[in-house]
C-alpha cells in the first residue's frame, strides 16, 4: 500500500508508505493521499488529521524517476480543472494532469475541514514541501532538511507556489535562486515550522498535539480554519499562486522548445537527488 491509514482515538493518521524511494510521489500514493483524507473528513470520530512518511524521509518529491512512475495512468479525477491528461498532446497533456494532480488536489486539501498536521523527518524536497504546506501546522524533527531546488530544471517553484507567504518573499528568493536545502531551525526561524522536536520525539510531540486540538469543538475549529484561509486569500495567496502556475509552465514549454522535448530542462531522480544529498 503506497498510503498506511489509522485512527488513533480521535486522531487519524495516513502516511505515505514509499520509504524505498524516499516517498516519492508517484500518481497512485497521490490518488491514496486523497482518498484517506476522504475517509478521515468523513468519519465523524476524527477530530485531528496527521500526515506522516514512513521511513527515514518524510518525501523527497513528486516522482520523476522511480520504476513505479506512472504519469500516463488514466485515475478517476477528483479536482476536476481539467481533462484527462492521457492522450492529450503537447502543453495539453502536462497542464491537464498538473492541474489535476499537483495544484488541484493540493488546493482540496488545503481546505480539508478537519485540522491537519504534517510530521517531518529527513528530506522534504520540492514537491513534498507542498503536502507540507497544505497543513494548518508541521512539526519536524531536528534532523529535518528542506528544498525546492526546480529553478534548475529552469522552473521558478513548485506548483503548489505558497513560497512568499509561508517563508517571506526574501527567505523565498533565497531558497529558490539557490535551491540549497535549509534546516528544520532556519524554517521554524521563518516562520514555516510550527515546532522542532527531537527525532525520537517526533511521533509523540506530533500526537500530543493533535490530541490537544481535538478536544475542540469540530465546528469552532472548522471554522478558525476557514477564517485564517480566507485571511491567507485575501493577502493574495490563491491569485498569485494562479498566475505562477502560468510561469510554471511556460517554463516547461521553454525547456521542450531548446533541448529536445526534455520539459525538465536535461534534470532527472539521480541528478537532483545528488544535488541536495537526500540519500
Known amino acids: 500500500m503506497t498510503v498506511e491509514y489509522e485512527r488513533r482515538g480521535p486522531v487519524a493518521v495516513v502516511t505515505m508508505?514509499?520509504?524505498?524511494?524516499?516517498?516519492?510521489?508517484?500518481?497512485?500514493?497521490?490518488?491514496?493521499?486523497?482518498?484517506?483524507?476522504?475517509?478521515?473528513?468523513?468519519?465523524?470520530?476524527?477530530?485531528?488529521?496527521?500526515?506522516?512518511?514512513?521511513?527515514?524521509?518524510f518525501s523527497a518529491g513528486h516522482d520523476i524517476g522511480t520504476p513505479e512512475r506512472d504519469m500516463d495512468v488514466s485515475f478517476d479525477r477528483k479536482a476536476v480543472l481539467w481533462w484527462d491528461h492521457v492522450g492529450a498532446e503537447g502543453g495539453d497533456q502536462r497542464f491537464a494532469r498538473e492541474s489535476e494532480v499537483y495544484l488541484g488536489m493540493c488546493r482540496?486539501?488545503?481546505?480539508?475541514?478537519?485540522?491537519?498536521?504534517?510530521s517531518v523527518q529527513g528530506a522534504c524536497i520540492a514537491g513534498a514541501l507542498m503536502l507540507a504546506w497544505v497543513c494548518d501546522m508541521i512539526v519536524a524533527s531536528d534532523d529535518a532538511f528542506f528544498a525546492d531546488p526546480v529553478v534548475r530544471m529552469g522552473i521558478p517553484g513548485v506548483e503548489y507556489f505558497a513560497h512568499p507567504w509561508v517563508l517571506g518573499p526574501r527567505a523565498a528568493k533565497e531558497v529558490l535562486f539557490t535551491g540549497e536545502r535549509f534546516t528544520a531551525q532556519q524554517a521554524k526561524e521563518w516562520g514555516m515550522l510550527n515546532r522542532v522536536v527531537p527525532r525520537a520525539d517526533l511521533e509523540t510531540e506530533t500526537m500530543a498535539l493533535a490530541e490537544k486540538i481535538a478536544v475542540m469543538p469540530r465546528m469552532g475549529l472548522a471554522l478558525a480554519k476557514k477564517a485564517v484561509n480566507q485571511a491567507e486569500d485575501l493577502m493574495g495567496l490563491r491569485s498569485g499562486m494562479d498566475s505562477v502556475f502560468g510561469l510554471h509552465h511556460f517554463a516547461h514549454a521553454h525547456n521542450a522548445e531548446v533541448s529536445g522535448g526534455d520539459s525538465l530542462g536535461g534534470q532527472d531522480a539521480r541528478s537532483m537527488r545528488d544535488a541536495n544529498r537526500t540519500s
Do not use: C
Not at 490518488?31 to 465523524?44: E, G, H, N, Q, S
Not at 482540496?108 to 504534517?118: D, L, V
Open 17 to 57: 508508505n514509499r520509504p524505498e524511494y524516499r516517498n516519492a510521489q508517484n500518481s497512485a500514493m497521490t490518488y491514496a493521499l486523497d482518498a484517506a483524507f476522504t475517509r478521515a473528513v468523513d468519519d465523524p470520530e476524527v477530530k485531528v488529521i496527521v500526515l506522516a512518511g514512513a521511513g527515514k524521509h
Open 108 to 118: 482540496r486539501w488545503r481546505e480539508i475541514p478537519k485540522p491537519t498536521i504534517a
